[in-house]
């Protein structure tokens, strides 16, 4: 492999020439296993913080499910007391996993975890945990995985990791500066998106039952008790049967094309494609067996079906489909595990779908204004969704091109 000027080729592949590559062991002051003796009689309420190997995320600290330890219990492994920058990584679940102890937790204690303490003159954590979490750090623990059943890494597989290092801590700085960056879009992002699905779901119990009419549609006042609880005076019960044509699809996984014209619908969240459709219309997906009552598919147009997927089709004229779908996807999953079917697999049957009760707005327009909102509501997180993969990418290219050399900050 011809290696550009400036560059050279080392055991972690090319990087720039005025860069090492050191053995983990050679840039740490001390690579220690936390507590690792049974600690359960000493659990109390209140105490010495006990991190374990799930609170270690990529990248952060997880600290909504932390243990506590008595200080007696404590005062024993005193020389193993967590110090704001050292490196955690977790040795069992995610193994390799890395995250830097906060400040906050100065003095805590760990179980089982690996516990790095770096030479700080020299290194900046943040960019050794960054290398750590990298595709080329995590291939490296992969590759040095030790266990049968539960794969974990000891702390003679982590001395020996090699590492990149730049120069200085000022680049070091630097990259880890602008790979914070990233994971800060990213991490607003996803609590943008956690809030943006709490609302949503807030808006479906709210007017998916009635208990909050769109202005210029509550005809009447109070609410009367039915089958399926409090609803207005002006709303109905209807069965799904009644409103709607049930039928399971007639197709198998053979018939799926990987560059097929057409949606085809199977037992999963993802849609697959086919050449040749059996339907033109308006439709709810939901299959009749596996994960049942998880998994829902609205479609207005041209599709197949799987044989062990129920189509729900021919809605009624003052009925709409996408409401129904709504209403389905938020309701339907109870009725399933309660009408389930126990065979081989969970399975549901045609009357499990033809007598599920649903509560309908007296108006066709009415029913299109809820579904409208709540798609809408769909709408607008797919999209931050999609702005969170693509920052999600954007990251793992920096990190290919930031953590090697390829791209110099300073």
């Excluded at 597989?157 to 990213?186: G, R, W, Y």
């Excluded at 599709?303 to 489909?321: K, L, M, W």
Aim: glycine content about 8%; proline content about 4%.
């Amino acid at each position: 492999m011809e290696v550009k000027p400036g560059y050279k080729m080392t055991d972690v592949g090319v990087i720039p020439e005025d860069w090492e590559v050191k053995k983990f062991k050679d840039i740490s002051e001390k690579i220690m296993v936390g507590i690792a003796s049974a600690a359960t009689h000493a659990y109390r309420e209140d105490g010495i913080v006990l991190l374990r190997n799930q609170n270690i995320k990529d990248g952060y600290l997880d600290d909504n499910d932390i243990l506590y330890i008595s200080e007696e219990y404590e005062v024993l492994f005193k020389n193993k007391r967590l110090k704001a920058g050292d490196l955690l990584t977790a040795r069992t679940g995610y193994p390799g996993t890395t995250c830097i102890v906060p400040k906050k937790y100065e003095g805590a204690q760990s179980f089982t975890t690996l516990i790095t303490r770096l030479k700080q003159q020299e290194l900046q954590s943040d960019f050794i945990c960054y290398y750590i979490n990298s595709e080329k750090g995590q291939f490296f623990f992969e590759s040095n995985q030790i266990g049968g059943g539960q794969k974990n890494v000891n702390a003679g597989s982590l001395k020996t990791m090699p590492i990149p290092i730049p120069p200085n801590k000022e680049e070091q700085h630097a990259i880890a500066t602008a790979l914070s960056d990233a994971d800060a879009l990213i991490h607003s992002l996803e609590r943008l998106i956690a809030k943006k699905r709490d609302i949503r779901q807030g808006a479906m119990q709210e007017l998916l039952t009635g208990k909050k009419r769109l202005p210029g549609f509550e005809k009447k006042k109070g609410y009367k008790q039915t089958e399926v609880g409090m609803i207005p005076e002006d709303w109905e019960v209807k069965c799904l049967g009644e409103v709607s044509f049930i039928k399971t699809g007639s197709r198998n996984n053979e018939n799926k094309v990987e560059d097929g014209i057409y949606p085809f619908y199977v037992r999963s969240p993802n849609v697959e494609k086919i050449n040749t459709y059996a339907y033109d219309c308006e439709a709810i997906l939901v299959p009749g067996e596996g994960n049942i009552g998880n998994i829902f598919h609205y479609i207005n147009g041209r599709f197949d079906v799987h044989q062990r997927v129920y189509a729900i089709t021919r809605f009624s004229n003052e009925i709409s489909g996408k409401f129904i779908f709504y209403y389905m996807s938020k309701y339907f999953g109870h009725h399933a595990l309660t009408y389930t079917v126990k065979a081989t697999v969970d399975s549901l049957r045609l009357p499990t779908f033809q007598g599920f009760d649903i509560a309908t707005p007296p108006t066709l327009s009415e029913q299109t204004a809820i579904a409208a909102i709540l798609s809408d509501m769909d709408a607008e997180i797919a999209a931050l969704e999609s702005k969170l993969t693509k920052a999600r990418q954007i990251k793992q290219g920096m990190m290919q091109e930031l953590l090697t050399g390829r791209i110099r900050l300073t």
